[in-house]
């Protein structure tokens, strides 16, 4: 796998070779293979990933699924876990990585998850999460409290203003 040039490809984004971009690479690998499509230059493939260790990285290279797009989301449990939404087909599932180890060290399991095939890593669930909607453009509006510019759908009225998200939890009557 390290002569693959998808390998190749994400090791040098990310930086450098891990078991973590492994899990990543091979989930992308059976993603594919599952809902038989590739890089998605749309918001087509959704992900929503359960962490935001090595792994996206891959999942970003190979399928398209990014965080500027929109089509990378987040549900942290910690769980190497992965959902896959196709908009065009309606297909969906959740890849769950088996448990595997303890490994001795990160070089331990980077050879065992090598070792493996996607579809040996993975259980293969239906999906939990729905579908979320498309990412959304909102109009850009300016706190009254910091004067910094935000999206206006992350707008918390406070006091009858429109505060940013960080503004509206640091704000009090007595400092407005």
Not at 40 to 63: K, M, P, T
């Amino acid at each position: 796998m390290t002569n693959d040039p998808l390998w190749k490809k994400c090791a040098e984004f990310h930086g450098h070779e891990c078991p973590g971009l492994t899990i990543g690479y091979k989930a992308s690998l059976l993603a594919a293979k599952l809902l038989g499509t590739g890089f998605s230059h749309d918001e087509r493939l959704v992900c929503i990933s359960e962490n935001d260790a090595c792994g996206i990285d891959a999942i970003s290279v190979l399928l398209g699924c990014s965080l500027g797009k929109g089509n990378l989301l987040f549900h942290m449990t910690g769980k190497q876990a992965f959902s896959f939404y196709d908009r065009e087909s309606s297909r969906s599932f959740r890849l769950v990585l088996k448990p595997f180890g303890p490994f001795a060290s990160k070089a331990d399991a980077f050879e065992y998850y090598h070792s493996l095939t996607p579809e040996e890593m993975f259980d293969v669930k239906e999906t939990s999460i729905k579908l979320p909607q498309k990412a959304a453009v909102f109009q850009n509006i300016v706190c009254p409290v910091c004067g910094e510019s935000f999206a206006e759908g992350f707008a918390k009225i406070t006091g009858g203003r429109a505060l940013c998200p960080d503004c509206a939890h640091t704000f009090s009557r007595f400092n407005a």
